[in-house]
């Protein structure tokens, strides 16, 4: 498979837009470019069990954040919320900017 190009990264703040998390936000932790999905912090929690590997470690179960698809969460801008991301080129570099008020993301 082939990675996709897209405009989140990790350690962006995003909002969850659908699904039985909608409303909530937090940051990326992770980003699969080549299924398209991300693991936001605190967001879509499973139970897992563990198995102790070592001598000593307990085993249980744990609860881990789940990947999610990537169309379902969108970027919080500090000034107007949820938006969507526009690219401006200057030079060399692209610079990602809020589609709404065009502040720096």
């Given at each position: 498979?082939?990675k996709?190009?897209?405009k ?12 039985k998390?909608k ?13 398209g999905r991300?693991?936001v912090s605190?967001?879509n929690?499973?139970?897992k ?8 470690e307990?085993?249980?179960i744990i ?7 990537i ?7 500090r000034?107007?919320?949820p938006?969507r991301?526009?690219?401006?080129i ?10 709404k008020?065009?502040?720096v993301?």
């Amino acid at each position: 498979m082939e990675k996709i190009k897209y405009k989140l990264k990790k350690d962006d703040l995003v909002k969850v837009i659908t699904g039985k998390e909608k409303g909530k936000t937090g940051k990326i932790i992770r980003v699969d470019r080549t299924n398209g999905r991300v693991i936001v912090s605190g967001i879509n929690m499973v139970k897992k069990n563990k198995k102790p590997r070592k001598r000593g470690e307990k085993g249980g179960i744990i609860e881990i954040e789940a990947l999610m698809d990537i169309s379902n969460v969108m970027i919080m801008c500090r000034k107007c919320g949820p938006t969507r991301i526009g690219i401006e080129i200057s030079g060399d570099n692209k610079i990602r900017k809020c589609k709404k008020c065009g502040e720096v993301l």
